[in-house]
């Protein structure tokens, strides 16, 4: 017979006594929801499966190299990783690999983290032309996500165009005109690091259909651009009619955000600013009131030579204002157009809930909607809003609804469930090999040996063949012997080489 087990709450049940929880997807909201989960319910065990060998998401491979201290959060994910009662598995595509239903048969519960893949589409003209990109595409470029790395960006023209103005927009424009001696000290990928190093991009417009109280950047990310060396900006007076007045009687975060923005686009320059913009090479500025409707192309349709913007006015004030046609256009002359409007969730299956409108799987608190053991936290959740605290909010309170229904019967974890010793087995059927928490230390160790041979924090591998072939060595002296090799070519010739002389 089952042991009794009694529950937090004093109920006595016949159970396991583990109920067994999987979690889809290894970035912020995967990990936070597996943390609350482990810190309550001290006797859940905890399986997170990633499609990519390495976990942490957009940590890993959204937030700018240049912002070292964001990454901090990955000591936390690696504590939850290397929790007794936490397994990791990467390399493993649910919805291919294995299914949902699949899962929610070998666990009690089924959390769906697996974020924001898609983009969220300008719907214009010319958006398919050579030169335009979607943010998440030239973010990922730079980040070294592997599905990424074919992007190859033409730098080549003057101008670039961000549309959007929220704080990725912000990171794009930065990198673009961020002189490369910051640059080379980052984790930034060396193709990237060598394809700005040649850039003659000189000039990025950020722009935005609303006006400068709605502008949805934080001012941390404002205060970098206004002081990125060598650069200078360039606004335009008249977006900005009205704002000195109108901003009194904002929230404190808005008003500090809008009175950099007025200082930095309206007053007269101190003499050290001045000097410093005196020597600027580079120029930056936000551009308000105005919505893509058209990408311009070259005579021959080759590629992107400029962009046609419609002229907004405001209905309405605030954060509720709506960008309303004036039947105005203009056009701005550009070789490079990075749409910023937003990430988009993508379906897993037909078999899982899902609002296209709103891109996320319809929830309470993180429980799914006529799905039960089913439940869903971060962007997935909520849209792709806020920053890494927000998910963590978020993902906190879908842990919080599982354990209640843990706790009240609701979720019934009376009966034991296989959770990965039987998916283990499928996916072994199906040739599919995870890896592990311990195959990612590997891979991780040589990216940081690599990167301090070139003064990085770490060189990023960049293929998933890359990532998957130091799987197979046995130990962490056979990664260092691959590691010795892996600095004068990549990753699989070394890996063969080291075979060669004494298997791994």
């Not at 719907?123 to 335009?132: H, K, Q, S, T, Y």
């Not at 704080?167 to 910051?182: C, F, G, H, K, T």
């Not at 927000?390 to 019967?409: H, I, K, P, Y």
């Amino acid at each position: 017979a089952a042991p009794v087990c009694v529950s937090r709450s004093g109920k006595v049940s016949f159970s396991s006594c583990s109920p067994k929880v999987c979690i889809v997807g290894s970035g912020p909201a995967g990990f936070y929801t597996a943390q609350h989960l482990m810190k309550v319910y001290s006797d859940v065990e905890v399986d997170i499966y990633e499609r990519l060998p390495v976990p942490f998401g957009l940590v890993r491979f959204g937030v700018a190299p240049d912002h070292p201290e964001v990454k901090n959060v990955i000591n936390t994910f690696t504590q939850t990783a290397k929790h007794s009662h936490c397994n990791f598995y990467g390399n493993v595509t649910v919805g291919k690999d294995v299914s949902v239903e699949e899962l929610q048969q070998a666990y009690h519960a089924v959390v769906l983290s697996y974020g924001a893949e898609g983009n969220r589409s300008m719907r214009i003209p010319g958006e398919d032309l050579a030169g335009v990109y979607s943010a998440k595409d030239f973010v990922g470029w730079y980040n070294g996500l592997p599905n990424c790395q074919e992007l190859f960006p033409d730098l080549s023209c003057e101008t670039a165009v961000v549309l959007g103005q929220g704080n990725v927009a912000i990171d794009v424009a930065r990198i673009l005109l961020s002189p490369i001696d910051m640059l080379k000290t980052t984790d930034i990928t060396q193709p990237a690091l060598e394809a700005l190093a040649a850039s003659q991009v000189r000039r990025v417009l950020i722009v935005g259909r609303r006006g400068p109280m709605q502008v949805a950047c934080t001012i941390k990310e404002l205060r970098e651009m206004v002081n990125l060396p060598g650069t200078k900006p360039d606004m335009l007076a008249a977006d900005f009619d009205g704002v000195a007045q109108a901003v009194k009687d904002v929230p404190r975060p808005r008003r500090r955000l809008t009175e950099l923005m007025l200082k930095t686009a309206l007053e007269i320059p101190g003499e050290k600013e001045q000097a410093r913009r005196n020597k600027a090479s580079r120029i930056w500025g936000f551009r308000f009131f105005r919505s893509p409707i058209e990408v311009l192309a070259d005579p021959d349709r080759n590629r992107t030579t400029a962009i046609r913007l419609a002229i907004n006015r405001l209905e309405g004030s605030g954060e509720g204002a709506r960008a309303v046609l004036t039947g105005e256009v203009e056009d701005v002359s550009c070789g490079l157009v990075i749409s910023s409007i937003g990430y988009r969730s993508l379906p897993i299956n037909g078999s899982v809930p899902f609002d296209t409108h709103k891109a996320i799987i319809p929830n309470t608190m993180g429980r799914v909607q006529q799905a039960a053991g089913l439940y869903c936290s971060g962007w997935l959740k909520t849209g792709p809003t806020g920053v890494i605290a927000t998910t963590m909010n978020n993902s906190f309170d879908t842990a919080r609804s599982l354990v209640e229904d843990m706790d009240s019967g609701i979720l019934h974890v009376s009966s034991a469930k296989p959770g990965s010793q039987v998916i283990s087995a499928l996916l072994e059927k199906r040739g599919v090999k995870p890896v592990t928490f311990s195959d990612w230390e590997k891979i991780d160790h040589v990216e940081v040996r690599r990167g301090e041979a070139v003064g990085k924090p770490r060189e990023k591998l960049l293929s998933v063949e890359e990532m998957l072939q130091l799987r197979a060595c046995k130990n962490i002296k056979a990664v260092i012997s691959v590691c010795s090799l892996v600095f004068k070519k990549d990753v699989h010739h070394a890996f063969c080489e080291e075979q060669a002389r004494h298997p791994v």
